[in-house]
């Protein structure tokens, strides 16, 4: 396995006096943003200690945007603010598109692998609290937008592959101030194409701010968690599955794991770290198969404070809640609770 270089001193998160101060990493590969604009959700949220705000949440930003206190750490990265703190570190966390053995993507195992860039993003569609943010800015522009509510966005990926088109369509959809969005994916296969297209998401995660976490794994009501949690701070970042939606494949634990599989164009183990003081990292996958076509998938991101556990799994109905919001065409699959256990082992599931 490759040793990331870029990565680790520490996070490079320091807590003094209840403020959040992010050391700036190191340069990446694969670091172009895709020439698109970042977009970001809620962006006066996720700066207050309780996580009443909600939280904030920037897809595609440039490496240091952020909001005066916690940024974005590695350009193309996803980030989301909670509870004044970031959730992906270093290297990051996004999508990679595998067309056969080939992959493409901006932040996390795109950018640890080089993997090669979209050709193009852009931010197609903002509604309610979403703002759009110019290619390239990396500063604190996030403070200044104090507007907080429900808001939505729409991302386009294309890339040119073996002279033919493919496309992912990713809408998110947000709902002030719970601690989840929802996000559906549109994967586009064009004529012609022979080869198995398998699209990723996830990376190097940092719940509350912190580099060491553990694993988590539930299954509530027929619903399968996937999460990163720090037990100090209390908060977890992770991927929920819609019913219908399920992933495919899935992995947690050592962040550098599952990156080579990734840039390979092949299957996660479906594994669950549950070991304390991982350098923690959350990924999910969908095989969409190589018929051309166009496929959609949904998912629920998660950050927030852990709470209740009885609270939490009694209020799941047996589908969990499911709210159709027709958004840009696509449907997206909402839910609102988590749970938290302690374990110390390494667990394997079908």
């Not at 996004?94 to 993003?121: H, K, Q, R, T």
């Not at 809408?171 to 559906?184: G, N, T, W």
């Not at 019913?243 to 299957?267: H, L, T």
Request: with cysteine.
């Amino acid at each position: 396995m490759k040793k990331n270089i870029h990565k680790r001193v520490v996070l490079g998160v320091l807590l003094s006096f209840g403020g959040l101060m992010v050391l700036p990493s190191t340069g990446h590969a694969a670091d172009s943003q895709g020439g698109g604009e970042a977009v970001v959700i809620n962006p006066g949220g996720g700066r207050l200690a309780d996580g009443s705000d909600g939280i904030a949440s920037v897809f595609n930003g440039a490496e240091d945007l952020g909001n005066g206190t916690a940024t974005v750490s590695n350009t193309g990265s996803d980030q989301i603010f909670y509870a004044n703190t970031p959730q992906w570190c270093c290297g990051g966390g996004g999508l990679v598109l595998a067309i056969g053995g080939s992959a493409y993507g901006e932040a996390g195992a795109a950018s640890n692998e080089s993997l090669p860039s979209f050709d193009s993003i852009a931010v197609t569609a903002v509604s309610g609290s979403a703002r759009k943010i110019n290619n390239g800015v990396a500063d604190n522009s996030i403070q200044a937008l104090t507007n907080t509510g429900d808001g939505s966005a729409t991302i386009k990926y294309e890339i040119t592959h073996g002279g033919r088109l493919y496309r992912v369509t990713r809408v998110v959809s947000y709902v002030y101030p719970d601690k989840y969005y929802s996000e559906s994916y549109s994967v586009t296969i064009p004529s012609g194409n022979t080869d198995p297209v398998k699209l990723y998401y996830g990376g190097d995660a940092a719940p509350g701010g912190e580099d060491s976490a553990y694993g988590k794994f539930y299954d509530v009501n027929g619903r399968r968690f996937f999460l990163s949690l720090e037990p100090n701070s209390g908060i977890y970042l992770g991927f929920v599955e819609t019913p219908g939606n399920e992933f495919d494949r899935y992995f947690v634990g050592d962040y550098e794991a599952p990156y080579e599989i990734i840039a390979a164009g092949q299957d996660l183990p479906n594994t669950v770290d549950e070991t304390p003081d991982t350098d923690i990292g959350v990924q999910i996958q969908w095989n969409f198969g190589s018929t051309p076509g166009t496929y959609t998938r949904s998912m629920t991101g998660v950050s927030g404070f852990v709470a209740d556990v009885d609270s939490d799994v009694n209020s799941l109905p047996a589908t969990g809640m499911n709210l159709n919001l027709a958004l840009a065409g696509l449907a997206t699959g909402m839910l609102g609770a988590i749970v938290f256990a302690a374990s110390r082992s390494t667990r394997r599931f079908a």
